[in-house]
């Protein structure tokens, strides 16, 4: 599963038997079609999609329209995008939610759990307010976790505006895609976790770091935290 999510996250293209073929022939391994495919439902795997299917749409739930064509970030708080992920352990897996601040790129909250119920994600939503005030607007998936109307009622409690991805656009929600990236590939694949502390433990670590320390080049190679902070402060 940590080699399918690695190579997942570079070619979210690759179906079930593309994937076969490439651990087998690869990577060595002896599976078959029907294992994949098995996997690729545990992990919530759609090709159709940039990231892993942790996007599970619920056709009788509230849609949105996309917010973010042409739209101009000027300013924190002006747009928070969120996101799942599944994220692999030496043994098992969970799967981690996260709210970003699209115009510094800060990591404004996040939580792990080993389900991905709607309650978590109105739980993190509620805080994240709590903590850093109210976004202008709120952009995620189509997954159940946010159209739910428990989710979306927060939302307007606050009158925030609801931007919703595209079904099947890969970009839309480019910027916690990024995060899921760096958070993988410089900590999680290099040393997996060895049960939920310690990925807790692991992920605080380097939401700290990428907070911060970690310099991001299209904010003008500075910390999340330093373009954040000043901006709220003036």
């Not at 739209?71 to 995008?81: G, T």
């Not at 991001?216 to 999340?224: A, L, N, R, S």
Request: charged letters at 25%; glycine letters at 4%.
């Amino acid at each position: 599963m940590k080699d399918i999510d690695a190579w997942f996250l570079e070619h979210p293209y690759y179906g079930v038997e593309r994937m076969t073929d490439y651990l087998n022939l690869d990577l060595g391994y002896r599976i078959n079609v029907k294992r994949i495919r098995r996997l690729y439902k545990v992990m919530g795997l759609q090709t159709i999609y940039r990231k892993p299917r942790t996007t599970i749409r619920d056709p009788k739930s509230y849609k949105f329209p996309y917010l973010l064509k042409d739209l101009k970030i000027e300013r924190p708080n002006q747009l928070w995008q969120t996101d799942i992920t599944y994220i692999p352990m030496f043994r098992g897996f969970m799967y981690m939610n996260a709210i970003i601040d699209v115009y510094s790129r800060k990591i404004l909250n996040w939580s792990i759990s080993n389900s991905m119920d709607k309650e978590w994600c109105i739980e993190l939503l509620e805080d994240t307010i709590a903590k850093y005030g109210v976004p202008e607007i709120h952009n995620s998936d189509q997954g159940v976790q946010y159209t739910s109307i428990h989710y979306i009622d927060v939302l307007k409690k606050h009158s925030i505006q609801v931007s919703m991805d595209g079904k099947g656009r890969a970009l839309d929600n480019i910027f916690i895609e990024r995060f899921w990236k760096s958070l993988k590939y410089e900590r999680i694949y290099l040393n997996p976790p060895n049960g939920g502390l310690d990925l807790y433990q692991m992920v605080r670590q380097y939401v700290e770091f990428y907070n911060t320390e970690r310099r991001h080049t299209e904010i003008g190679k500075v910390p999340p935290d330093q373009i954040y902070n000043l901006k709220n402060i003036a």
